[in-house]
């Protein structure tokens, strides 16, 4: 291979780093945009009926709420797992540090409630379906910094595309 080769191979190896690069933007692009920004995020099961369907929704999660903690009662939020940290749950925020939460603490009797002061830096998050969720009520109050990111937006199914308003549904 002489260097006259080299020359004519020169302007498809200029192409070649630039389309890199670009890719490279690309991606570096969408990983801020998913760590920082928004995620999607799939549920799953039935601890959000009738919020969200059993067989599965795809939801829109945005992040800059919990970095700047304008969580609100009654957000729906994407959670790192108490009790698996490499899961992710969708659970209702229903107390705040400081807060004083009543709750169903026998989910068989609907008639036994219990209290709770939320501890500072923690939250209270249940399912929307009391009967079927593992949620505080097991676990007990959640560290704020394994909140994850606010569910704002349903994707799919198209017939419950819209807002995730902050009233169970």
Same mark, same amino acid.
């Given at each position: 291979?002489? !260097?006259?080769?080299?020359?004519?191979? $020169?302007?498809?190896?200029? /192409?070649? *780093?630039?389309?890199? !690069?670009?890719?490279? &933007?690309? !991606?570096?692009?969408?990983?801020?945009?998913?760590?920082?920004?928004? #995620?999607?995020?799939? #549920?799953?099961?039935?601890?959000?009926?009738?919020? *969200?369907?059993? $067989?599965? @929704?795809?939801?829109?999660?945005?992040?800059?709420? $919990?970095?700047?903690?304008?969580?609100?009662?009654?957000?729906?939020?994407?959670?790192?797992?108490? /009790?698996?940290?490499?899961?992710?749950?969708?659970?209702? !925020?229903?107390?705040?540090?400081?807060?004083?939460?009543?709750?169903?603490? @026998?989910?068989?009797?609907? @008639? &036994?409630? =219990?209290?709770?002061?939320?501890?500072?830096?923690?939250?209270?998050?249940?399912? @929307?379906?009391?009967?079927? #969720?593992? =949620?505080?009520?097991?676990?007990?109050?959640?560290?704020?910094?394994?909140?994850?990111?606010?569910? *704002?937006? #349903?994707?799919?199914?198209? /017939?419950?595309?819209?807002?995730?308003?902050? /009233?169970?549904?």
């Amino acid at each position: 291979m002489g !260097l006259g080769n080299l020359k004519q191979l $020169t302007p498809f190896i200029k /192409e070649a *780093f630039q389309h890199t !690069l670009l890719v490279a &933007k690309f !991606l570096c692009g969408i990983h801020v945009t998913n760590s920082y920004i928004c #995620t999607f995020a799939l #549920t799953q099961g039935p601890s959000m009926l009738p919020t *969200f369907s059993l $067989t599965g @929704d795809l939801v829109l999660a945005e992040r800059l709420s $919990t970095r700047f903690e304008k969580m609100q009662r009654g957000d729906v939020v994407l959670v790192r797992s108490p /009790e698996n940290p490499r899961k992710i749950v969708i659970k209702r !925020l229903i107390g705040m540090g400081g807060e004083t939460v009543r709750y169903v603490a @026998d989910q068989g009797n609907n @008639d &036994k409630e =219990d209290t709770i002061v939320v501890p500072d830096g923690h939250v209270w998050i249940e399912g @929307d379906n009391k009967f079927k #969720t593992n =949620d505080s009520r097991k676990f007990g109050p959640v560290p704020y910094g394994l909140v994850q990111g606010r569910v *704002f937006w #349903t994707v799919w199914p198209p /017939e419950d595309f819209g807002s995730v308003g902050r /009233e169970v549904q």
